[in-house]
Nanobody
């Protein structure tokens, strides 16, 4: 069983930055790929970025490529999402999710573990 807790959300101005953190309770955290997803009001959940268990490989949605950076520290059981050059359309609840299948995390389907989310609001 893995528990995930997101933090770091809040209010930012357009062009500003926020860093989200995902704290995991997992004995073998490096076995899990982790992704960030977001859901804006009235919209479907959207993939944002993911990172493999080792942290070696990352992947981003086109909408955040070049602005967001995902990273992890397996010694601390943490995954981060550094968000720069924020836009109002980045406003959403952000969730981290983990699975031992990086394929599932990339597709956003049948992922075993999800956090409860943290709200990011970007004002124009």
């Amino acid at each position: 069983q893995v528990q995930l807790v997101e933090s770091g959300g809040g209010l930012a101005q357009a062009g500003g930055s926020l860093r989200l953190s995902c704290t995991a309770s997992a004995r073998r955290f490096h076995d899990y790929a982790v992704g960030w997803f977001r859901q804006a009001p009235g919209k479907e959940r959207q993939f944002v970025a993911d990172v493999t268990g080792s942290g070696r490989y990352t992947y981003y949605a086109d909408s955040v490529q070049g602005r967001f950076t995902i990273s992890r520290d397996n010694a601390k059981n943490m995954v981060y999402l550094q968000m720069n050059s924020l836009k109002p359309e980045d406003t959403a609840v952000y969730y981290c999710a983990a699975d031992d299948s990086s394929f599932k995390v990339r597709r956003g389907e049948d992922i075993k573990y999800w956090g409860k989310g943290t709200l990011v609001t970007v004002s124009s």
